[in-house]
């Protein structure tokens, strides 16, 4: 009941507050310690492809291990301390891996530099939240990349953590951002981390494969409480949810692309290099900036509807 009373109290303040951005934010040295054992690992293990294979799987081994650990610890001693301080450190560590609040005004930066006409601003305020090569990219592309990442990162950056602290607390979502984080850093098939990070790449589609698809679910549930398509963002979930090489990013990039009635993914540019993508969705409409606050109505409902559904299965489970 704590863990559950921690989850609400954490996302309300993620609503409020947002994602601080100061240095020594967790997730930014859970960031910091891939980064330190890659360089420690790489110096000790031979640079072939087992040797790179086994070094990427040791260093995710490490850190799963501590990221895990920390919390545990963190909540194991506070528990020794008095309940109410047990509840408190939960509710942050809850608070801190949830980033609703973030992904809107990070996207919405996006989008107001469009609506003032600024290409060149839009392209940089967007390149902060994807990965692709954003130089190139006119306004409708700007727009999709935008889109595109508020519906995926619904399912990464919000409702998977947020599944995973309903099953197991702070400590089970600290175990699912380790994981998240890692592939974001080194699951990437390019000459650097083809090997390196494939465990990690491969971890990370283990376990999103439920949440990505549960997010899908709900989004198509949610988009209809707010005026989107429910009918078409549920077809276009069934017939496009598979189109990415990711198990998972497509699930609901397919149920966005349906409740906004366009056209989503594609091919796209990354590190210099063209990649043929398939489309997601029919171009039923021209792709236009104010999507960029609809998906952000979408994010947010289904935010919602998900903590309302993970809650109540958590209470009925705990009093049963």
Known sequence: MISLLALLAGF????????PHFLYHPVRL?????????KVIRKIFPKTEKGELAGGTLMAVLVMAVTTAVPALLLYFAGLWCVQARFVVE???????????SLKDESMKVYDKLAAGDLEGSRYAVSMIVGRDTAVLDEKGVTKAAVETVAENTSDGIIAPMLFMAIGGAVFGWFYKSINTMDSMVGYKNDKYLYFGRFAAKLDDVVNFIPARLSGILMVLASGFIGLDRANAWKIFKRDRKNHASPNSAQTEAVM??????????????????????????????VEYEDIKRA?????????????????VKFLVLWA
Do not use: H
């Open 257 to 286: 692309a349906g409740a906004l009635r366009v056209q989503l993914a594609g091919d796209a540019w990354y590190f210099g290099k063209l990649y043929k993508k398939p489309t997601i969705g029919d171009d039923l409409r021209p």
């Open 30 to 38: 859970v960031g910091a310690l891939i980064s330190f054992l890659e």
């Open 296 to 312: 952000n109505q979408l994010l947010y409902a289904t935010a919602l509807l998900s903590l309302l559904v993970f809650s109540l």
């Open 12 to 19: 309300l303040l993620d609503l409020l507050i947002g994602d």
């Open 91 to 101: 509710m942050i560590l809850c608070y801190w891996l949830l980033a609703t609040k």
